[in-house]
């Protein structure tokens, strides 16, 4: 079983659409929780912390539970701009664990 | 440009040969990673450093895989004898050490071929 797992997608939402996507992960001594976007034939970049609070950037919201190993994040309003490869990412010591990414692609 | 750079940001080569990645840092971050990312996957560690220590490494590093960073800035990724299965974007990243939650920020690769 893969450390992060994630729905590969992909996702097709028209303009405007709320679209969520879902990440488990199975090392319960995980300690930092993180989405990265990657765009085509680019490197990842950090796209938000999660926090077990929960936290919101905007159009972006991250929700995290450690009874569950669940990570969420749910895109608002989505933009043609959002379209991307967004990467669950989890860090038990120093180096990152990603998940295989979810592609979303927003439609006109 | 102040982020992370890698050279070559293309490599095609031939079974059997050797290739050598260099990655410079951010200017002040003093842990340096190096990823592997093929397709329709996400990157995967390979190894980092801590100034010039190399303190982790993956269990994919096979025999054929060197890392060296000897003065604590740029680092350099040989791997000796390619083999087809070794093609795949190599990415490397730095950060700061302090604390749990600095931020990895990420080159722009090396897509490596093997032909």
């Known amino acids: 079983r893969k450390e992060v797992e994630q729905d590969p997608g992909p996702f097709n939402v028209p303009e405007g659409a709320t679209v969520a996507f879902n990440c488990t992960y199975s090392?319960?001594?995980?300690?930092?929780f993180f989405w990265y976007r990657q765009d085509c034939r680019k490197e990842p970049k950090l796209l938000m912390s999660?926090?077990?609070s929960g936290n919101e950037d905007g159009r972006f919201t991250a929700q995290l539970n450690r009874a569950s190993q669940y990570i969420s994040l749910l895109i608002r309003d989505s933009k043609l701009s959002d379209s991307a490869t967004y990467l669950c990412?989890?860090?038990?010591?120093?180096?990152?664990?990603f998940g295989k990414g979810t592609r979303l692609s927003v439609i006109a | 440009d102040t982020g992370v750079s890698q050279n070559p940001r293309h490599k095609i080569t031939k079974r059997g040969q050797n290739v050598t990645f260099r990655c410079d840092p951010i200017?002040?971050?003093?842990?340096l990673y190096w990823y592997r990312q093929t397709l329709g996957q996400g990157p995967e560690f390979l190894t980092y450093?801590?100034?010039?220590?190399?303190?982790?490494k993956s269990r994919l590093l096979s025999d054929r895989f060197s890392a060296e960073r000897p003065k604590g800035s740029f680092s350099t990724l040989e791997i000796q004898r390619t083999e087809q299965g070794d093609s795949a974007m190599y990415l490397c990243?730095?950060?700061?050490?302090?604390?749990?939650?600095?931020?990895?920020?990420f080159g722009p690769g090396t897509r490596l071929t093997v032909l």
């Open positions: 090392n319960s001594a995980s300690q930092s």
């Open positions: 990243a730095s950060s700061l050490a302090l604390g749990q939650g600095n931020e990895q920020f």
């Open positions: 200017s002040e971050h003093n842990r």
């Open positions: 450093f801590q100034n010039e220590a190399q303190l982790e």
């Open positions: 999660v926090y077990s």
């Open positions: 990412v989890v860090r038990r010591t120093t180096p990152l664990v």
